[in-house]
T-cell receptor
Framework: GQNIDQPTEMTATEGAIVQINCTYQTSGFNGLFWYQQHAGEAPTFLSYNVLDGLEEKGRFSSFLSRSKGYSYLLLKELQMKDSASYLCAVKDSNYQLIWGAGTKLIIKP | KAGVTQTPRYLIKTRGQQVTLSCSPISGHRSVSWYQQTPGQGLQFLFEYFSETQRNKGNFPGRFSGRQFSNSRSEMNVSTLELGDSALYLC???????????FGNGTRLTVT
């Protein structure tokens, strides 16, 4: 079967750095997405990785290793507004998105 | 550009009834996907439409159906509602395969 694993919940301190991991086992790979979802709101697109390596976008970076079936989202200089769920999703060989259950990130002052 | 619009935002139905949810994608987006989200669960894929054709379908019973119109607007229908159908239903549009999804604010369905 197809599977995406991410930690259920993480806690970090304002101003610090946090890394959210995602491992996947899918039938084929056509890209990996990270989305942010605040409570009661729709998910919003953060990043897209299709080749190995690091993609940096401001305070957020996303890394992919296709050989290891592994990605992480790195958030720097954490702000209280970063408290949200972070969703990892992989497009399989049929271009269907397979979603992880999400990681709830709690930021403490 | 206007974002993805879903109507209604909230809906309360009783068991056995049927419901239709509507989604208007971002202008120019021809792909529309539907998802069910429940507390503690990841997004569960329902179906994807592209140019009025269902391209992919998730593992949901036949009570869940959808369609897409020539203007790319999409509707989702759930018949014979069950208590377990209570969830947030999200619609997302994209330009095509490999493009990021843009989500609407969802329709929160409560079945009593």
């Amino acid at each position: 079967g197809q599977n995406i694993d991410q930690p259920t919940e993480m806690t970090a301190t304002e101003g610090a750095i946090v890394q959210i991991n995602c491992t996947y086992q899918t039938s084929g790979f056509n890209g990996l997405f990270w989305y942010q979802q605040h409570a009661g709101e729709a998910p919003t697109f953060l990043s897209y990785n299709v080749l190995d390596g690091l993609e940096e976008k401001g305070r957020f970076s996303s890394f992919l290793s296709r050989s290891k079936g592994y990605s992480y989202l790195l958030l720097k200089e954490l702000q209280m507004k970063d408290s949200a769920s972070y969703l990892c999703a992989v497009k399989d060989s049929n271009y269907q998105l397979i979603w992880g259950a999400g990681t709830k990130l709690i930021i403490k002052p | 550009k206007a974002g993805v619009t879903q109507t209604p935002r909230y809906l309360i139905k009783t068991r056995g009834q049927q419901v239709t949810l509507s989604c208007s994608p971002i202008s120019g987006h021809r792909s529309v996907s539907w998802y069910q989200q429940t507390p503690g669960q990841g997004l569960q894929f329902l179906f994807e439409y592209f140019s009025e054709t269902q391209r992919n379908k998730g593992n949901f019973p036949g009570r869940f159906s959808g369609r897409q119109f020539s203007n790319s607007r999409s509707e989702m229908n759930v018949s014979t509602l069950e208590l377990g159908d209570s969830a947030l239903y999200l619609c997302a549009s994209s330009e095509g395969p490999g493009s990021p999804l843009h989500f609407g604010n969802g329709t929160r369905l409560t079945v009593t």
